[in-house]
């Protein structure tokens, strides 16, 4: 019987048990990959601020960005930049057997090619079933998290639902050759509802990637063509991996001896698809609340449900507006995101933004609000009787 299990050695699923192991709980982590770090799409961009919550290791940090190239559907684009280092691209699977190592140390341990078909609360404690090495067993503990990703199967099986919105993403490493910044493409043809993204991670290689509705593989594929034929990258094989990206998070993310995180709970960012940063923002409010209630023995619901009014206060609304932004820029058409640019430009809209102290990294709400308020740009979508427009129209007007 251990303290806590945790269903997935990813990033969250690991510093979760580093955090309770930390703190002196027995902890067990139940990952159906080999080893950590096994199989990932992820770009790893990440700011200062979620940095500063990650081990330091060597070559972890691959690259950083203080500027960036963002692309109209035409090839036009606005170039951002700031003076210091706005963004770190670390290498993501180095990182899952860092967090791994050190919750290891820390005297979690760790049962690897182990999945987990489901849990259940019994009585006393968890029962977490899972086949391991292809043979079927258990796992029991006073409280279990469940960090499986997007994997739906074990939310569902503990009566917590699922994701029901996802992005679906690519990303594939290149030869770099001609481009010396971060760069961000738009428009139906390159990301249909979404972006893409070229990286770069070392002097030789960058970060090929994409987020988009529906099947990402002809348009990764496309991508790589076009940026090889436009001289950025070299031909080359290509390891392209895919993942997905939950839009929304699930109603509840506790139930007796339970809690969900991470990309599970459905804690990433709708507007970029980055999710660590507020993964691990949640994991953090999940082991302070199980810490709490593990003291006095009151692992119910009722008590549990504490994290969930913890992370809401944190994130609810952020995550609302950023997916309320994120619907908004999928309604538009190439036409339109050419005219927004368009006017972005003309009026310096960008500039402005970038000069005012709501933007970061991690928090979009306030600069997207920000950025609704503009009258050049509130004008201009008027005008463009754009359909996207109606879904913010009540909102802006009210504030
Ligand atoms: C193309 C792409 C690019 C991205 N780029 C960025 C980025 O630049 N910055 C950023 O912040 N975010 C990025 N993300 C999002 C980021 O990868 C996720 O938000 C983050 O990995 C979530 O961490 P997690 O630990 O919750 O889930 P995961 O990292 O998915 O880990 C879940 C773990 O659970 C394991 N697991 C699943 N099911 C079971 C089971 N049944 N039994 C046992 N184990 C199981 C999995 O094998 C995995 O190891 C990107 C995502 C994609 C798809």
């Not at 090839?75 to 003076?83: N, T």
């Not at 790589?224 to 390891?239: C, P, V």
């Amino acid at each position: 019987m251990y303290d806590v299990i945790v269903i997935g050695a990813g990033i969250v699923g690991s510093y979760t048990a580093h955090e309770l192991a930390r703190l002196g709980y027995s902890v067990c982590v139940l990952e159906k990959q080999p080893r950590p770090g096994h199989k990932t799409s992820c770009t790893g961009i990440v700011s200062r601020a979620c940095l500063e919550m990650l081990p330091a290791g060597p070559g972890i940090i691959q690259w950083e960005a203080h500027s960036a190239k963002i692309f109209s559907p035409a090839g036009k684009y606005i170039r951002v930049e700031r003076d210091s280092t706005q963004a770190y691209i670390l290498d993501r699977a180095a990182l899952d057997r860092l967090m791994a190592k050190q919750a290891k140390a820390k005297g979690a341990e760790f049962h690897f090619s182990t999945t987990v078909s489901g849990a259940r609360t019994d009585g006393n404690c968890v029962q977490v079933q899972a086949t391991r090495h292809g043979e079927p067993g258990g796992f029991t503990a006073r409280a279990a998290v469940i960090a499986s990703g997007s994997a739906a199967g074990i939310t569902r099986s503990a009566g917590l639902g699922q994701v029901h919105e996802y992005a679906q993403g690519a990303q594939a490493q290149a030869e770099r050759k001609n481009v010396a910044e971060v760069e961000v493409y738009s428009g139906a043809g390159t990301a249909p509802g979404f972006f893409a993204w070229l990286v770069p991670s070392s002097q030789a290689h960058v970060k090929v990637g994409l987020l988009c509705r529906g099947n990402p593989k002809p348009y990764i594929t496309a991508l790589l063509e076009r940026l090889t034929q436009q001289g950025k990258i070299n031909q080359a094989a290509y390891d392209i991996s895919y993942g997905t990206i939950p839009l929304k998070p699930i109603s509840r993310t506790y139930t007796d001896r339970l809690l969900v995180v991470g990309d599970a709970a459905g804690q990433a960012k709708p507007t970029t698809g980055g999710g660590i940063y507020f993964g691990l923002l949640c994991a953090r409010l999940a082991v302070q609340t199980l810490d709490e209630s593990l003291k006095i023995n009151d692992l119910s619901k009722r008590r549990l449900a504490l994290y969930q009014r913890r992370w809401h206060k944190v994130l609810k609304n952020e995550l609302a507006i950023d997916y309320w932004a994120h619907r908004f820029y999928q309604e538009l058409d190439d036409k339109q995101i050419e005219h927004i640019f368009k006017i972005i430009e003309r009026h310096g809209i960008h500039e402005s933004l970038l000069a005012s102290p709501d933007i970061t990294f991690d928090w979009h709400s306030l600069v997207i609000l920000d950025a609704i308020k503009h009258r050049s740009l509130q004008r201009s979508l008027e005008k463009l009787k754009a359909a996207p427009f109606r879904l913010f129209d009540g909102r802006t007007r009210s504030n």
